[in-house]
């Protein structure tokens, strides 16, 4: 599974910016996909993910502004961000996870900034 990510970019605080995720490989072998982010020196944490169910989970510090979801396509991930806070500036990473039969397999994508001016 190969991820790719774009929408990143520089916002002002309560500003929007909607995150994009392009999966290809064997997208039918994806059991959940998520996003996660890392500000610098900062561990990488859960942002919000999503089971092939429909199920959703999001971090305490975004819920209610933050929307992720998957395209008709299933092979795009987005998230939706609204009222962006200047804590919110990281690298976001698109996740996926598969299971081989024996094991959990974790594909990461390369990361896209956000920036959120105060």
């Known amino acids: 599974v190969q991820l790719v990510e774009s929408g990143g970019g520089l916002v002002q605080a309560g500003g929007s910016l909607r995150l994009s995720c392009a999966a290809s490989g064997s997208i039918s072998s994806i059991s959940g996909m998520a996003w996660y982010r890392q500000a610098p020196e900062e561990q990488r944490e859960l942002v919000a993910s999503?089971?092939?169910?429909?199920?959703?989970n999001y971090a305490e510090s975004v819920k209610g502004r933050f929307t992720i979801s998957r395209g008709n396509a299933r092979n795009m991930l987005y998230l939706q961000m609204a009222n962006l806070k200047p804590e919110d500036a990281a690298v976001y990473y698109c996740?996926?996870?598969?299971?081989?039969?024996?094991?959990?397999?974790?594909?990461w994508g390369q990361g896209t900034q956000v920036t959120v001016s105060s």
């Open positions: 999503l089971t092939t169910g429909g199920v959703t």
């Open positions: 996740n996926a996870h598969t299971w081989n039969g024996r094991a959990w397999e974790n594909y």
